[in-house]
């Protein structure tokens, strides 16, 4: 397993590069994080163009959740949707909460980073990864969602001691992945409505799983409360 720091414009972000999940722990303990932490699970996908004020208002409720408790949040990474969204607003409100991306390493890129693009989905350029997150998880893989159990893992990992929640924005087939193994996991999930997607398709399902919580994007107090709920109980 091999650490590298990765030299964005304005900071230096510490990345590790697991070669296999059992390796996971040990690549926690390279970020050199220091303690545990609530963990907050943010997944999700683009943002809806006629979602976008309510999705906006969602990723800045749940950045100063994290910031006020001391929170980890693990989420993709990319620069991209959801993620892009929450790294750009840690970094405007200069918030200090660690925010972990996992994502393959087969599908990114960075300064001075790979190019190749032979093993990628369809033959798309590589994502280039946010470089406002405060470290890295590269996982081996090479279709979408084959990160989803080391998302769920490191959860469990870095929140020994403390509770962890899923919380959906939108979201796709592999966030329908990601909930189903937090679910094993017995994790809660929040999913927030008006966001589009798999998001409203869970606030419309009378019968989901009873671990599955649905908030309004643009209820600030409500997202607070249920958030509040899951990591304190």
């Known amino acids: ?16 590069f697991p070669g296999e999940r059992a390796e996971l722990a ?37 950045s100063k959740i994290a910031e006020d408790m001391n929170a980890l949040v693990i989420c993709g990474g990319t620069d991209m949707g959801v993620m892009a969204e929450i790294g750009q607003i840690r970094s405007q409100n200069q918030y200090k909460f660690p925010l972990v991306g996992i994502t393959l390493e087969e599908m990114v890129t960075w300064p001075g980073g790979p190019h190749n693009a032979n093993f990628l989905w369809l033959g ?13 998880i590269l ?7 084959d990160e989803s159990p080391w998302i769920v893992d490191a959860a469990t990992i870095l929140s020994k001691g403390h509770r962890s929640v899923t919380i ?8 329908r992945k990601d909930i ?36 309004p994007a643009h209820g600030e107090a409500r997202i607070v409360e249920v958030v509040h709920a899951a990591l304190l109980g």
């Not at 303990?29 to 943010?42: D, R």
């Not at 959906?168 to 966030?175: A, M, W």
């Not at 017995?186 to 919580?213: C, F, H, M, Y």
């Open 124 to 136: 798309k350029k590589r994502w280039q990864l946010e470089p406002h997150y405060s470290h890295f």
């Open 180 to 215: 189903e193994l937090s679910l094993e996991k017995e994790r809660p999930v929040i999913a927030l409505s008006r966001t589009g997607r798999l998001a409203d398709e869970l606030s419309r399902q009378p019968n989901r799983n009873k671990l599955i919580t649905v908030a």
């Open 168 to 175: 959906l924005i939108n979201g796709d087939e592999v966030s």
């Open 139 to 145: 996982v081996p893989g090479s279709d979408l969602g």
């Open 26 to 62: 040990q690549a926690i303990s390279e970020l050199h994080l220091g303690g545990n932490f609530p963990v907050i699970v943010f997944i999700g996908g683009g943002i809806d163009e006629h979602e976008a004020e309510p999705t906006q208002r969602a990723i800045q409720t749940i």
């Open 1 to 16: 397993m091999r650490t590298q720091k990765i030299d964005f414009p304005d900071r230096q972000t510490l990345c590790v």
